[in-house]
């Protein structure tokens, strides 16, 4: 799914504090003492949002175009403004073979620093994909038996041994 803009607005509070809230995600609001900081908040209140929308199975609304938005009666807008927000990747499971002391070392690692081997799996994954286009040859493991993209065995060929013949003769 594509990052979603939604609207936002910005109002006046008591003693200058400065609140946003937003249409579309009713109790999603935040506040600051300045308008930067009413923002920055908003952005993650969203991001929040969103998150809990997606574990709960909710779909995202659309958004609510600007003209459209209803203000609450005695509401002191400051501005409207548009906050962008990638919706969650849906997890998927899978299955993957390891020796197991790398497995163990992983898990040590990862509980060192604070999350489960699925994240570390995915902060190795992603780090490794965004680190160079080419992986050198001395962190590759020799594969433990020869596959064809097919998926079949390779039949090795024995020194001195000829090849059998095909067709009978």
Known sequence: ????????????????????????????????RSQEEAIERAERALAQAVDGWAEQGR??????????????KGSDVVAYFIVGVDPPDPSERV?????????????????ELGMSRSSFFGVAAT?????????????????????RKTGAVRAEKRAGKKPARQGGK
């Open 127 to 147: 780090a490794a994909l965004d680190w160079a286009p080419r992986v050198p040859r001395a962190y590759l493991a020799e594969p433990r038996s020869k596959v």
């Open 1 to 32: 799914m594509k990052r979603r803009l939604y609207p936002a607005v910005l109002e006046r509070g008591p003693r200058d504090a400065l609140g946003a809230w937003f249409p579309d995600f009713p109790g999603c609001v935040a506040g600051g």
């Open 95 to 111: 299955n993957v073979y390891l020796p197991k002391s790398l497995i163990a070392r992983i898990d040590r690692r990862a509980t």
């Open 59 to 72: 779909p995202l609304p659309e958004p609510t175009p600007v003209e459209r938005i209803v203000l609450p």
